[in-house]
């Protein structure tokens, strides 16, 4: 198949070419990109079935109005807002009330909130703050939403000397957050193209070679993330903004990769002589096989996200095998026609020069990755507890780790939802920017104000909560609205948290609160009434929650997948087990060295939520790539020489390619931090960190010392590793010769 392929490729190689340049175009033109393809403002983040959805709804349904708003306009003056300007603040929620402003038909209510009278520890200020939450028609989109939010802010708040006034709440962010990604993506872009160019170029010595490489990549990004988008709006999933530059990095570093590894063995086939066309053939034919068993490999283990609960990994899953796979068909065909269309040019001035590097086959200059994998293959038993401890130490910041929602607080400081945020939390104790709402039920419920006030006591006595509003604030008894249901058979109770409503503190409080409910209820006589929680901070409690809980599915997923695909690749059992665990080593420690590095140094206490799955899955997949390579290269070896003196060879001759193309890998990853999100930094330390972890410690260390120390076993069931009957002489009884080791 392999040399059918090489065949086709090199004599239609104009054809291969043109046809890849006219798909590119044809779905820029025809597919939308993926912030039109966007069908929802929320629904990618948060589970499918949330029960804080549910109970929002059903909080709407028994009292009519809503009272959590993810759309707020704050209005504070340090100094004290003028007794004028609170009496406005109040008027315009009026008048938008009572349907009387015509520019804001589609705002249905506007409940503000002033810290005149409040106390501490909900006021942090007297009559400095002023919060109107603004409800919006459910079919704008969170577009429409911060633009009547905006105009309100602008046009009806209008501006307040020596104050500040501006529009915060999780849709306001959502959008800030798709526009700073979009503002940042070229410079993500132009700074990976630099770095692609500069390494590949100093690798090759060659114009032409990064040329080629940003070529293929300029494909493959412009049919891949069109597809993504339109696939997402035909299936109704909203793909997320996050994903984009992620599969920029992706698909930055697997090409480069892919191009590396062409590209050297065509130049290497020009150095014995052979014409462009029967060196791209050539090497078409050999690199093919473990290409497509990589990229599957990648594409496989992020596939395997589809089995999460949360829309954002069933998206960025799909989404990532996709890239890998356009990225592979890309690769293994546009590249080997470019260079047997171009030939010996595209290597210009060193296409013929001298011959390959030693080392590429094994030997040569002694290096310190060379020294390693002799010691690794000497005494591996010791070799290994070294790395393991090397890594444990890594890994104990996973003792500590939090998780939280950066969503607004992540946002760069100057953004306007984070201004507006962070001025709203100094008049008022943070959790006022997102109330969570506490729905009681049970028959004529209403009636029991007592025991509605002793629950309200209670709930305004648990730690981490500023203030409760409810029943006991209602002041006649027959009273009904806000807290009380017209039908009698539900309370609604306001809670207004001590902590960022989307940090790992303030969702830690609302878990408490989770648990306790049942033995809050019937302390305050309510043993048989139900109750459920609504708002931001229970939806990121659900979502936190059921990240973990994923990880339950979608490790063994992943796994499962690339253990597969390495006993077909390797015909053999105990080596993809041990293989598929090393891949587990380096997200473990690049995840806890980012809890230090984030949580302590940095101040934060807590990673974005979706940053451990996603940068785990990612490493786990691209770490097994390069086991494919390592591994392949060892078994390869051994089919010629003994087990370890194949482990010496096939690992120093792997160590070079794996750590170049580590190095552009973790490159493209660490320039994710140019988008000046928290999520992204934090992704980007992850990646980068960890795929240096992988290609310089796990696989060029750690596994050859394993693959050492279990010895032939490793091929087991398979014979690739058994020693072999030799003619005349036993390779195993004699050293070797660099010469014959430079020539196998």
Same mark, same amino acid.
């Given at each position: ?27 820029? +033109? ?50 004290? &807002? ?102 940042a993506l070229p410079w993500v872009e132009l700074a990976t193209v630099a770095l692609v160019a500069a ?11 990064? &040329? ?35 599969? *920029? ?70 989404? +990532?095998? +996709? ?42 200059? $002694? ?27 890594? $890994? ?86 806000? *807290?009380? $249901? ?43 009434? $139900? ?34 695909? &390495? ?44 940053v451990p799955v996603a940068a785990g899955v990612l490493l786990v997949a691209l770490g097994s790539d ?47 931090? &140019? ?70």
């Amino acid at each position: 198949m392999s040399a059918a392929l090489a065949r086709w490729v090199v004599r239609g190689r104009v054809f291969v070419i043109v046809a890849w340049i006219a798909a590119a175009v044809a779905v820029t +033109m025809w597919l939308p990109t993926i912030r039109q393809a966007q069908v929802g403002a929320l629904g990618d983040l948060v589970p499918n079935d949330a029960a804080a959805i549910e109970a929002e709804r059903r909080s709407h349904e028994l009292f009519g109005f809503p009272l959590i708003s993810r759309t707020l306009v704050v209005e504070r003056r340090g100094q004290g &807002l003028p007794l004028k300007r609170r009496a406005e603040v109040v008027l315009r929620a009026a008048r938008v009330n009572r349907g009387n402003d015509p520019g804001l038909r589609s705002v249905v209510g506007a409940l503000p909130v002033s810290n005149a009278f409040g106390r501490p520890p909900f006021s942090r200020e007297r009559s400095t703050t002023a919060v109107t939450y603004l409800f919006i028609a459910p079919d704008i989109g969170q577009i429409g939403r911060t633009g009547l939010a905006r105009r309100y802010a602008e046009k009806r708040a209008g501006p307040l000397p020596g104050g500040y006034v501006g529009v915060t709440g999780a849709i306001p962010a959502r959008y800030e957050q798709a526009r700073v990604i979009e503002d940042a993506l070229p410079w993500v872009e132009l700074a990976t193209v630099a770095l692609v160019a500069a390494a590949v170029g100093l690798y090759f010595r060659a114009p032409g070679a990064p &040329l080629l490489a940003l070529a293929t990549v300029a494909i493959a990004y412009l049919i891949c993330i069109r597809l993504i988008a339109w696939i997402g709006q035909r299936v109704g999933v909203s793909v997320p903004s996050e994903v984009e530059p992620i599969i *920029v990095a992706l698909l930055f570093g697997v090409i480069t990769d892919y191009v590396i590894f062409y590209t050297s063995r065509f130049r290497r086939h020009l150095r014995d002589g052979l014409d462009a066309r029967a060196a791209a053939e050539r090497t078409t034919a050999g690199l093919a096989p473990i290409i497509v068993t990589c990229a599957l490999t990648v594409a496989g283990g992020s596939a395997a996200l589809v089995v999460a609960e949360l829309g954002f990994f069933q998206a960025f899953g799909p989404g +990532m095998a +996709m890239a890998v796979l356009i990225a592979l068909a890309v690769s293994i065909t546009f590249v080997p026609a470019a260079l047997a269309l171009a030939g010996g040019p595209i290597l210009w001035p060193s296409a013929r020069r001298g011959k390959e590097p030693a080392v590429e086959a094994g030997e040569g200059r $002694s290096s310190v990755t060379a020294r390693l994998i002799d010691v690794a293959v000497r005494r591996p038993g010791l070799t290994m507890l070294a790395c393991l401890a090397i890594l444990a130490v890594a $890994s104990s910041g996973l003792l500590k780790l939090d998780l939280g929602n950066s969503l607004i607080r992540g946002l760069p400081a100057q953004s306007e939802p984070r201004r507006a945020y962070a001025a709203g939390a100094q008049g008022f104790a943070p959790g006022i920017l997102s109330p969570t709402v506490i729905v009681v039920e049970e028959a004529g419920v209403v009636r029991r104000r007592a025991a509605l006030a002793r629950l309200q006591r209670a709930l305004d006595r648990t730690p981490g909560v500023a203030e409760v509003i409810g029943p006991a604030d209602n002041p006649v008894v027959a009273s009904v609205g806000a *807290v009380l $249901s017209r039908e009698g058979d539900a309370a609604r109770y306001v809670l207004v948290l001590g902590d960022d409503p989307l940090g790992s503190r303030a969702i830690a409080t609302v878990d408490r609160l989770g648990d306790r409910m049942p033995e809050l209820l019937a302390s305050a006589g309510l043993p048989r009434a $139900s109750a459920s929680i609504a708002g931001d901070t229970a939806l990121s409690a659900e979502t936190i929650n059921g990240t973990v809980d994923d990880l339950a599915r979608v490790v063994p997923a992943v796994m499962a997948v690339i253990v597969l695909i &390495l006993v077909v690749f390797l015909r053999g059992l105990v080596a993809p087990l041990y293989l598929v665990a090393a891949s587990l080593l380096a997200p473990l420690a690049a995840i806890g060295l980012a809890t230090y590095v984030f949580g302590d140094i940095r101040g934060y206490g807590e990673l974005t939520y979706f940053v451990p799955v996603a940068a785990g899955v990612l490493l786990v997949a691209l770490g097994s790539d390069y086991n494919v390579f390592l591994a392949g290269r060892i078994w390869e070896e051994a089919e010629q020489r003994p087990l370890l003196e194949a482990v010496r060879v096939g690992g120093k001759g792997a160590a070079r390619t794996i750590s170049a193309a580590g190095l552009v890998l973790a490159g493209s990853f660490a320039l994710l931090a &140019l988008v000046p999100l928290r999520s992204f930094r934090e992704l980007a330390f992850v990646t980068s960190v960890g795929l240096l972890i992988d290609a310089f410690l796990v696989r060029t260390v750690l596994v050859p010392a394993a693959i050492a120390l279990v010895g032939e076993r490793s091929g087991w069931p398979g014979r690739r590793l058994r020693p072999r009957r030799r003619d005349s002489l036993s390779t195993a009884a004699l050293p070797l010769k660099p010469e014959s080791s430079a020539q196998s």
